[in-house]
C-alpha cells in the first residue's frame, strides 16, 4: 500500500482495501514510522465498553519520529518558521537540527525541576516557539501535555489543572494579541489559588513584564535553560501510553479531557496531514490555528513534523496591524499551503478584498477550512480572491475526538464541491443513522453522522472518568462512535455537515456546551435562571443568544447585561461571550420542567412562524413575551 496517495485511483485502491483489510492497511502505513519495538497486534476493539487499543505493545517515541528521524537528511532544513504579531518584530526560524536542540533543552529543564513519565503538565502558552517546545518537550520525556488555550479564564484553567492533577504549569509573563497586551501568568496565579496538585511553574519571558515570582513555585525558562545541555534520550512509550489530554466542551456542564495515546494518534496524523494537504518537500505550510485547540496540535505540530514539513506558526490576529495581515504573511514566507478556519475568511471579507489584492498570493497551493461549516459565498470568495481560482480549497470535517482530519477532498486530487467536506479519507468508516439507531444506506439522505470502525487518532477515553466517554459517544447508537452532527450524503457519496445536532454551539469554530454558558451566567446572583441557544452570526458561524430571568424585573438594565457578561468572562473566558441577552420573566417549559429549547432557537434565528406546537408548554404565554422581547 502506497503512503502516499496520488491519483483518484490510488485513493479508491487505497479506500478499499483499508475497508476491506484494515489491519493490514494500518499497518503498512505505520510502517512508515520508526518504532523502537514492532506492534504485536494492530487492532483490538469493542465499542460497548469502550476498548480501542491500535498497536498493541509497540513501543516508540513521536518526537523521534517529529523530529530526531529527520535530521540525516533534513537537519538543516526549517522545521518551523515564528512570526510574531507585530510585523516590524523579526521572524524567527528552527531548522531541524535546532528545533531538536531546543525540544531536548526543555525536555532537560522539565526533568530537572522533577517532571517524570506520565505526569500531567498544563502548557497555558501564547503562540511563541516555547508553546512548541513544551509541547514536543512534554512528549520527549512522556509527560501527558494539556494545552489549555491562553484565552480561558483562570477559573477554567483551574477546572483542567484540577481536572487531570497537573504537577507542572508552564506560561508566560503575558501575550500579544494584536495591539493589546494581555497578562498570563496573572491568570495562573488566579487559578493556583485553588490548584493544589501543582508543584512547579515555568515561566517564559515574552513581554519583559514584571511578574509576581513565588519562591519555591515559579522559575524562569530563561535561568533553568542556562543549566542544561541539548542531549535528552526519548523515553520509550507504548503506543497506547496517554500522549495528550485536550480538553473540549459537550453537552453536559463541565468540558471533559479528551485522551489521546501515543502511537495510533501518530500514524493518523501524519498520513492525513500528507495525504490532505498534498505536502511537497520545500513547500511552506501554514495553519492559522492556535496550539490551544486540536487542529494546532494535529496539523501545526505532529503531523507537520512528522512528515518533515516545514510548518510557520503565527502569534498575531488576522486584522492587526490591517485586515492584510494574513495576505503580507502568505507573500513574505512564500506560503503554499494555508489552512485557516471559516470564521477568519468571513471577518475578512467583510472588511473587503482590496485587503487582499494588495498582495500577490502567487506561491499559494492548497487552500484548507476547518472547524464548522464553510457557507458557500465564503467558499467562493476563498477560492477566487485567496486562491484565484487555481488552488483546491479542502474543507477538511473533523473533531478534538477524532484526532486528526476524517472527511475531506484531497487536495488536487479528489473532486470538489463548495461546502461539502467530500469523501472519507481512507480508513474512516462514517454512516449515518435515524434516530433509533438504523443505518441509513443509499445516497441524497440525511441523519446522525457516526463512525462503525475504530480508526488509530480516535478518542480512548475521558480523562479520569471512562463512563463519560461512553455515554457520550459510544451509548447513543450501538457499536458506533457518535460525533454529534448531522450530515447529509448527497447523490455522489460525498458528505456535507450540517452542524451540531446536541447543546453545543460552535461559535467562532470553538466549541461551548450551552450548560457551560448557562452555568457562567447562573454565577451572577442576580440571575435566577438562563437559557443559552446558538443562532447563525455572519462572522461567527454561530453567535450565543442567552434567555435570562432575573429575581427583580427592576435589575433588567445594561449595567446588569455587563456584570453578566463578565461573568462569563471570568468563568470561562472572553471567546464565551454572549452576543445577546434577553430579559424575560420565564422560559417555555413542558409540564415536565423540560426547557424547550426548540422554541428559543427559532425566536433567537428569527423564525417565529414555524414554532411547533406549543400547546404542551406549562405555560404557553411566556412564548408571546419572549417574541415581542426579541433582540
Ligand atoms: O460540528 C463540527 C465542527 O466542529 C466540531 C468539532 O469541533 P472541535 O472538536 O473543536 O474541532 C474543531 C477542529 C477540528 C464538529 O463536530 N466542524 C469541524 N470541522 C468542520 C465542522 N463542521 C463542518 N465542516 C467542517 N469542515
Known amino acids: 500500500m502506497k503512503f502516499r496517495i496520488e491519483t483518484q485511483s490510488d485513493y479508491t485502491e487505497a479506500y478499499k482495501s483499508s475497508i476491506e483489510q484494515p489491519e493490514q492497511f494500518w499497518e503498512e502505513i505505520a510502517s512508515h514510522y520508526s518504532w523502537r519495538k514492532k506492534w504485536t497486534k494492530a487492532l483490538e476493539w469493542n465499542f460497548t465498553d469502550p476498548d480501542i487499543k491500535w498497536f498493541r505493545d509497540g513501543q516508540l517515541n513521536i518526537t523521534e519520529n517529529c523530529l530526531d528521524r529527520h535530521l540525516a537528511t533534513r537537519g538543516s532544513k526549517t522545521a518551523l518558521i515564528w512570526e510574531p504579531n507585530d510585523p516590524k518584530e523579526k521572524s524567527l ?199 490551544g485547540w486540536v487542529t494546532g496540535h494535529t496539523y501545526i505540530l505532529y503531523g507537520p513534523l512528522l512528515q518533515g514539513a516545514t510548518s510557520l506558526m503565527f502569534e498575531g490576529v488576522p486584522t492587526f496591524p490591517d485586515p492584510g495581515r494574513l495576505w503580507q504573511v502568505i507573500d513574505k514566507h512564500a506560503v503554499n499551503i494555508f489552512y485557516t478556519a471559516p470564521t477568519a475568511i468571513r471577518s475578512l471579507m467583510a472588511s473587503g478584498v482590496d485587503h487582499v489584492l494588495a498582495y500577490s498570493l502567487h506561491s499559494l497551493r492548497v487552500l484548507g477550512s476547518v472547524g464548522e461549516p464553510i457557507n458557500e459565498e465564503a467558499w467562493h470568495w476563498y477560492h477566487t480572491h485567496v486562491g484565484k481560482g487555481k488552488c483546491p480549497v479542502v474543507d477538511t470535517w473533523w473533531q478534538t475526538e477524532t484526532g486528526g482530519i476524517m472527511i475531506s477532498a484531497l487536495a488536487g486530487i479528489s473532486e470538489l464541491k463548495p461546502a461539502h467536506a467530500g469523501l472519507p479519507l481512507p480508513g474512516i468508516q462514517p454512516c449515518l443513522v435515524d434516530a433509533e439507531g438504523n443505518e441509513i444506506s443509499g445516497n441524497d439522505v440525511e441523519g446522525y453522522l457516526c463512525v462503525k470502525f475504530p480508526w488509530p487518532s480516535m478518542i480512548r477515553t475521558t480523562y479520569g472518568d471512562h463512563e463519560r466517554c461512553r455515554i457520550n459517544y459510544f451509548a447513543t447508537y450501538k457499536n458506533m462512535y457518535f460525533t454529534g452532527d448531522g450530515a447529509r450524503r448527497e447523490s455522489n457519496g460525498m458528505y456535507r455537515i450540517i452542524g451540531r445536532v446536541d447543546d453545543v454551539i460552535n461559535v467562532s469554530g470553538h466549541r461551548f456546551g450551552t450548560a457551560e454558558i448557562e452555568n457562567a451566567i447562573n454565577q451572577n446572583k442576580k440571575v435566577v435562571e438562563s437559557a443559552v441557544v446558538g443562532y447563525p452570526h455572519d462572522i461567527k458561524g454561530q453567535g450565543i443568544y442567552a434567555y435570562v430571568i432575573l429575581s427583580d424585573m427592576n435589575l433588567a438594565t445594561n449595567q446588569t447585561r455587563d456584570e ?41 434565528e428569527g423564525e417565529i412562524g414555524s414554532l411547533g406546537d406549543t400547546t404542551t408548554l406549562l405555560d404557553p404565554l411566556v412564548v408571546d413575551e419572549i417574541i415581542k422581547g426579541r433582540l
Open 564 to 604: 453578566i457578561i463578565e461573568s462569563v468572562v471570568a468563568e470561562i473566558g472572553r471567546i464565551a461571550k454572549p452576543d445577546k441577552i434577553q430579559f424575560v420573566s420565564g422560559l417555555p417549559k413542558t409540564r415536565s420542567g423540560k426547557i424547550m429549547r426548540r422554541i428559543l432557537r427559532k425566536v433567537a
Open 93 to 291: 526560524r528552527f531548522t531541524y537540527n535546532e528545533l531538536h536542540a531546543q525540544v531536548c533543552k526543555m525536555a532537560n529543564v522539565l526533568k530537572n525541576l522533577g517532571v517524570k513519565k506520565g505526569d500531567r503538565v498544563c502548557i497555558y502558552l501564547p503562540m511563541i516557539p516555547e508553546l512548541s517546545f513544551a509541547v514536543l518537550a512534554c512528549a520527549r520525556i512522556g509527560a501527558v501535555h494539556s494545552v489549555v488555550f491562553a484565552g480561558f479564564s483562570a477559573h477554567s484553567v483551574a477546572d483542567r489543572i484540577n481536572d487531570s492533577q497537573c504537577s507542572f504549569v508552564i506560561t508566560s509573563d503575558g501575550l500579544n494579541r494584536g495591539a493589546k497586551q494581555i497578562p498570563v501568568k496573572a491568570v495562573v496565579d488566579e487559578a493556583l489559588e485553588s490548584c493544589s496538585s501543582v508543584m512547579k511553574v515555568l515561566v517564559v519571558n515574552r513581554l519583559n513584564w514584571p511578574v509576581q515570582m513565588h519562591d519555591g513555585i515559579d522559575v524562569w525558562y530563561h535561568e533553568e535553560i542556562e543549566k542544561v545541555n541539548a542531549d535528552c534520550p526519548a523515553e520509550t512509550m507504548d503506543s497506547e501510553d496517554m500522549l495528550f489530554i485536550l480538553y473540549t466542551s459537550g453537552s453536559t456542564g463541565k468540558p471533559k479531557g479528551v485522551v489521546h495515546t501515543c502511537g495510533g494518534y501518530m500514524v493518523y496524523a501524519g498520513y492525513s496531514f500528507a495525504n490532505v494537504f498534498q505536502y511537497n518537500e520545500n513547500e511552506i505550510y501554514w495553519c492559522t490555528a492556535d496550539i
